[in-house]
T-cell receptor, first 112, second 109 residues
Framework: KAGVTQTPRYLIKTRGQQVTLSCSPI?????VSWYQQTPGQGLQFLFE???????NKGNFPGRFSGRQFSNSRSEMNVSTLELGDSALYLC???????????FGSGTRLTVV | GQNIDQPTEMTATEGAIVQINCTYQ??????LFWYQQHAGEAPTFLSY??LDGLEEKGRFSSFLSRSKGYSYLLLKELQMKDSASYLC??????????WGAGTKLIIKP
C-alpha cells in the first residue's frame, strides 16, 4: 500500500517567487491536511481539505492557498515568497477525522 | 483558547521507563494523538485516545484524563532507536489538530 507522496522533496526559490507543492494521499483517504514545520515552532496547521472542500484553515496569510482535486490529490501554493517561508511542509492524509493521520516525507523549501 | 504544553526535552537511560506529559486547554475535544518524529523524517502515528484511561500498544502506552486536560505517553524498555521527538496533538471541536511543540527524548546508553 503506497504511503503519502509529496513532491518535490527539496526546493530552492528566490524571494518574491511563487511555489506549488503536491501531495498524493493514500488511496481511499479523502482528508488532506497541510502543515508548516520550523525548528522550535512545532507543526503549524495551514489548511485541511475533504472531498475537494476546504474544511479548516489555520492562521496563515492569504499568500498560502491550496486545493484538492477529485482524485483527492492536493496542491499547496505560496505566492510572493518571503525568507520566513523557509520550512518543511508536511502533508497528512486520513480516511476521516477520527483516524490517525499519515504524513508524507515533506517538502523542504528554502527561500533565498 | 487553545494551548498544548509538553516538556521541551527529556533524557532517559536505555532499558528504563519514561513518561512524557501533555496538557491541553481546548474549546471542544475530539481526541488526543501522539506521534513520533525522528530527526529529518515525517511524524508517525503512535496512539489516539478519546476516552479516559490507558491504551497499551507493546512498549508504548498512552493515558488520557479529559477532566484534567491531561495525557501522557509511557515508553518502556527504552531502546536507542526511541531517541526522537514526541508530539502531542489535540483535536478540537472543528476536528482541527492543535499540536504541541514536541518533546525531544534523548536516550543514553
Amino acid at each position: 500500500k503506497a504511503g503519502v507522496t509529496q513532491t518535490p522533496r527539496y526546493l530552492i526559490k528566490t524571494r518574491g517567487q511563487q511555489v506549488t507543492l503536491s501531495c498524493s494521499p493514500i488511496s481511499g483517504h479523502r482528508s488532506v491536511s497541510w502543515y508548516q514545520q520550523t525548528p522550535g515552532q512545532g507543526l503549524q496547521f495551514l489548511f485541511e481539505y475533504f472531498s475537494e472542500t476546504q474544511r479548516n484553515k489555520g492562521n496563515f496569510p492569504g499568500r498560502f492557498s491550496g486545493r484538492q482535486f477529485s482524485n483527492s490529490r492536493s496542491e499547496m501554493n505560496v505566492s510572493t515568497l518571503e525568507l520566513g517561508d523557509s520550512a518543511l511542509y508536511l502533508c497528512a492524509s486520513s480516511r476521516d477525522v477520527n483516524y490517525g493521520y499519515t504524513f508524507g516525507s515533506g517538502t523542504r523549501l528554502t527561500v533565498v | 483558547g487553545q494551548n498544548i504544553d509538553q516538556p521541551t526535552e527529556m533524557t532517559a537511560t536505555e532499558g528504563a521507563i519514561v513518561q512524557i506529559n501533555c496538557t491541553y486547554q481546548t474549546s471542544g475535544f475530539n481526541g488526543l494523538f501522539w506521534y513520533q518524529q525522528h530527526a529529518g523524517e515525517a511524524p508517525t502515528f503512535l496512539s489516539y485516545n478519546v476516552l479516559d484511561g490507558l491504551e497499551e500498544k507493546g512498549r508504548f502506552s498512552s493515558f488520557l484524563s479529559r477532566s484534567k486536560g491531561y495525557s501522557y505517553l509511557l515508553l518502556k524498555e527504552l531502546q536507542m532507536k526511541d531517541s526522537a521527538s514526541y508530539l502531542c496533538a489535540d483535536m478540537d471541536s472543528n476536528y482541527q489538530l492543535i499540536w504541541g511543540a514536541g518533546t525531544k527524548l534523548i536516550i543514553k546508553p
